[in-house]
Nanobody
């Protein structure tokens, strides 16, 4: 299993970013996927999850109405569109696969929201 995140960076408050996670090494279309984030000194928290065909998603209360998770099963990629970004969204964002009771993580992509 390999998960490779991209798309992070520095953005001003109120701005937008789109994160991508390219997946390989497993049958992508057969598994739900999630995005998590972590700041130093805090536990990693789930941001958004999506089911196998993209027809259902759930979000942390802190990002509802601002973030949108989606997936393209033809490209083996899951996305996180982040709008109306706030300084408190600053974190390392990780793509997650939970398969057969095992969690797989990418290397993470840094998002910094600052003026």
């Amino acid at each position: 299993v390999q998960l490779v995140e991209s798309g992070g960076g520095l953005v001003q408050p109120g701005g937008s970013l789109r994160l991508s996670c390219a997946a390989s090494g497993f049958t992508f279309s057969s598994f739900a996927m999630s995005w998590y984030r972590q700041v130093p000194g805090k536990e990693r928290e789930m941001v958004a999850g999506i089911n196998i065909d993209g027809g259902w998603a759930n979000y942390a209360d802190s990002v509802k109405g601002r973030f949108i998770i989606s997936r393209d099963n033809a490209k083996n990629t899951v996305y996180l569109q982040m709008n109306s970004l706030k300084p408190e969204d600053t974190a390392v964002y990780y793509c997650n696969l939970k398969r057969f009771q095992t969690n797989y993580w990418g290397q993470g992509t840094h998002v910094t929201v600052s003026s």
